[in-house]
């Protein structure tokens, strides 16, 4: 017997699947395994309704499996939703999330990151005894001060094996397509290495006048600055797939840059080895995923189950699984899913979910329990391009602030129970409980709020950019260039 979990996250965290092997969950440690795809969506996949996507593996597991109807992302991006799913904890409470425009980690040389005083569940399973491993994507950072100390790296965060991505798959890592985020970063460290170059210059030219006080230190670190901008603006010329697209196995580089058709190939040869041995904010469209937990002899066979969860309960879930404890000494927004799953609990241990876009919160719902309705409550929305299109076409991802979004006051209010596509909004001459519900979810949103403390910012503007000397490299930097072999990984 086995227990299986698939848990779908749309644009950032797209699948995770958990299997345990165990005859009944207080009985012995289950073995447990997570599969996590980026921009796998609800409506993806066969067993939730897709007819033009054939799904037949993921399917089965729904038909032996209990099947999440209302499953959630902790946010509609990579780096947040993992750093999320790894902590049970909302990604600002980690500092992975920003109020500026950087959302994801956008470089390996990077100096921000997940950081090291975070728990992850894998670091609760390998104090319980577990072999904890990793293979594929990260996306948590790298390093910190230099490029060996790997204080953001898998293997710093309670993972004993890691091999694949420490950044993630994008278009510039395929030769043949167009570069994504050489085009929008680039034009962006360009306006700012042209600003930063003529304030030195000014700066520089005004003190030679002698018109203003300044140390020639002050005036020398002003300088070295700019040089970093110019360098990541310099590197961001074709040169991403080098520095961005890479494999890696625990600690060292095994490809650099890697082949695109040969990565795949590798990454599933090394998890069969191993296991022998786009942001749309607070709408559903970014943050409905699937979700499927498989148990042959614990799990009712194709069980539904439609109350609210979050990908931040698989942490209290698992951690519940390996015998460990959840800290005590943090915030944890995640709740163990395994009453809700074995028919202990009828009801979601979540009554409101808050959905962030960035920093800002967007959205909140709530689960009116005695009535079944779950309501959705918008104060702050994206502006799509072009209006109408529910997305933003040529902008990369959807702005969380600024003159990109649009703030409701009154707020938007939809009732997902018989509008899950968030097409009506309610007014209050369509829906009697209105104003209640609206004073509800804002206490809620209020009492939320309370629980919140600043930490380090990982996506400011000095951790995201590149570093030379923070750059993972296999050989010499910059000569960094190696090719592992298909029969090199160990067996």
Request: include cysteine.
């Amino acid at each position: 017997d086995s227990l299986a979990v698939l848990l779908c996250v749309y644009l950032l965290l797209g699948t995770c699947e958990l299997p345990a092997a165990a005859a009944a969950a207080n009985a012995f440690k289950p073995n447990i395994l997570l599969i996590m795809a980026d921009d796998l969506g609800i409506g993806d996949l066969g067993c939730y309704g897709n007819n033009t996507l054939r799904t037949p593996n993921i399917d089965r597991l729904a038909e032996e499996g209990v099947r999440l109807t209302q499953h959630l992302a902790a946010a509609p991006l990579c780096t947040p939703s993992r750093a999320a799913f790894l902590t049970g904890r909302h990604s600002f409470r980690s500092g992975m999330e920003a109020s500026n425009g950087y959302r994801v980690l956008h470089w390996n040389a990077g100096s921000g990151g997940l950081p090291e005083n975070e728990t992850t569940f894998a670091r609760v399973l390998k104090q319980q005894g577990y072999a904890t491993g990793l293979i594929g994507k990260w996306h948590q950072g790298v390093n910190c001060a230099s490029r060996d100390d790997h204080c953001h790296h898998p293997l710093s965060h309670g993972f004993d094996y890691f091999y694949g991505m420490p950044f993630t798959l994008i278009d510039d890592c395929d030769p043949g397509r167009p570069p994504r985020l050489d085009a929008a970063f680039r034009a962006k460290l360009g306006r700012y290495t042209q600003v930063m170059a003529l304030g030195v210059l000014t700066v520089a030219a005004a003190k030679i006048c002698r018109l203003i006080s300044l140390s020639r230190k002050a005036v020398v670190g002003m300088a070295g600055l700019t040089l970093l901008f110019f360098l990541s603006w310099y590197a961001s010329f074709g040169f991403v797939r080098r520095w961005n697209c890479i494999l890696m196995r625990n600690h060292d580089v095994t490809a650099q840059p890697m082949v695109l058709e040969r990565a795949a190939g590798l990454l599933l040869k090394e998890a069969v080895s191993y296991i022998e041995g786009k942001g749309m904010g607070g709408w559903e469209g970014g943050i409905r995923v699937p979700g499927i937990f498989r148990w042959p002899g614990v799990l009712p066979a194709g069980r539904v189950v439609a109350e609210p969860t979050s990908l931040m309960d698989v942490f209290p879930t698992v951690v519940q699984l390996g015998g460990g404890q959840v800290p005590q000494d943090r915030v944890i927004d995640g709740h163990s899913l395994v009453p809700l799953l074995q028919g202990e609990d009828v009801h979601s241990a979540h009554e409101f979910l808050f959905h962030y876009c960035g920093k800002y919160l967007h959205a909140a719902r709530w689960h009116q329990r005695e009535s079944g309705r779950v309501w959705k409550v918008h104060y702050t929305t994206p502006r799509f391009h072009p209006e109408g299109a529910g997305a933003c076409y040529g902008r990369g991802i959807c702005p969380c602030s600024g003159d990109g979004v649009t703030h409701h006051s009154p707020p938007l209010l939809f009732d997902l129970s018989t509008d899950p596509s968030e097409a009506r909004p309610l007014s209050p001459d369509s829906e009697p409980l209105y104003h209640a519900v609206l004073a509800r979810v804002g206490e809620a949103v209020a009492r939320h709020r309370e629980t919140l403390s600043p930490v380090p910012q990982q996506f400011s503007v000095s951790n995201i950019v590149w570093k030379p000397w923070l750059q993972p490299c296999c050989g010499h930097f910059p000569f960094c260039s190696c090719q592992e072999d298909e029969d090199s990984a160990p067996h």
